[in-house]
């Protein structure tokens, strides 16, 4: 890869996915299963930063790519902006960000514009994409999977342009920030979001597609 970042933590949720990716470490690159979640993700991204230095903060692995994003299973996707998007409040069915309640993921002294839960990609992500053939676009991570058209259409609406589906990329990002590290998310897309067809889904094309932005990365 460039001379940039040469220390990079990959944050997996499974298992199945860091077995795919393990033959990558070495060399500053380490790979971490951190279980499934934000939460999860968080804490693990953190205490790998804490322990050792990296240059950049990765969540990688497989998601569902939103009906209007124009990718299909086996296509790549590549974070441009990590967001919590079920973080706010239900208002009569209404769905409020934490922007809209004065609320902040980062601690607050003052009054004024907190943090919402929406964070900045690695700036290398767009050309990152253009390497590796890959969409760029918003990452949206939520802790319970979306199971229908009318939800997955109520996402791409409040997050414009949204590419995936995930429930870890906020979290390692949130983690990222508090240490100071970049972060960015790279998932392989292995269904669409909207409703649980299981018969559809391609892991194996969507494991592989990860790979390939990771090599991307590591070049």
Known sequence: MS?????????????AEAARLRDLEGGGVRVVVCGVGPVAAA???????????????????????YPGSGLRPGDL?????LIQADLGADDAGTFLGLD????????QEAAGPGHPGRFAAWAGAADLAARAGAACGPALTLSTVTGSAAAARALEARHPGALTEGME??????????CGVP???VRGVSNMVGPRDRGAWRIGEALAATRRGLEALLG
Do not use: K, M, N
């Not at 991204?45 to 998601?63: E, K, V």
């Not at 996707?77 to 902006?81: G, K, N, P, R, T």
């Open 169 to 178: 990329g906020a979290g390692v990002a949130h983690a990222a920030l508090r």
């Open 100 to 107: 809209l309640l004065g609320l902040s993921v980062e601690p």
């Open 183 to 185: 972060a960015l998310e």
């Open 3 to 15: 001379g940039t970042h040469r220390r990079i933590l990959i944050v997996v949720a499974t298992h």
């Open 43 to 65: 804490l693990s991204t953190q205490a790998a930063l804490l322990a050792a230095p990296y240059d950049l903060a990765l969540s990688a692995g497989i998601g569902g790519a």
């Open 77 to 81: 996707a590549v974070s441009s902006e």
